[in-house]
């Protein structure tokens, strides 16, 4: 079972950078897929981004394509999400998450087995 911590969230500039980090413990990490959803008020949880368990597969939201990077260290139990060029709409809450078994599901939030508890991210204008 894997349980997971996010941190780095924060103001942050419209067009400014921030790289958000979730901390996984368990023995199973290195085997299992991880994602990043993010959730504005009054909205539903959108897909962000995913990573294959080896790192060698990513897959991007369109609206974050060319601006985000996820990536992950095995190593360190630790998933990353780099987010450059900030847009306004990116505020909302954002969630580790980890299990969904193949790439064809990562953009569904139903398919990610646990959660982290979010950390706010605020893109001022």
């Known amino acids: 079972q894997v349980q997971l911590v996010e941190s780095g969230g924060g103001l942050v500039q419209a067009g400014g950078s921030l790289r958000l980090s979730c901390a996984a413990s368990?023995?199973?990490?290195?085997?299992?897929?991880m994602g990043w959803f993010r959730q504005a008020p009054g909205k539903e949880r959108g897909f962000v981004a995913a990573?294959?368990?080896?790192?060698?597969?990513?897959v991007y939201a369109d609206s974050v394509k060319g601006r985000f990077t996820i990536s992950r260290d095995n190593a360190g139990n630790t998933v990353y999400l780099q987010m450059s060029s900030q847009k306004s709409e990116g505020t909302a809450v954002y969630y580790c998450?980890?299990?969904?078994?193949?790439?064809?599901?990562?953009?569904?939030?139903?398919?990610?087995?646990?959660w982290g508890q979010g950390t706010q991210v605020t893109v001022s204008s």
């Open positions: 368990g023995r199973t990490f290195s085997r299992t897929n």
């Open positions: 998450a980890a299990g969904a078994q193949a790439m064809d599901v990562f953009r569904s939030w139903l398919r990610w087995d646990k």
């Open positions: 990573i294959r368990w080896s790192g060698g597969s990513t």
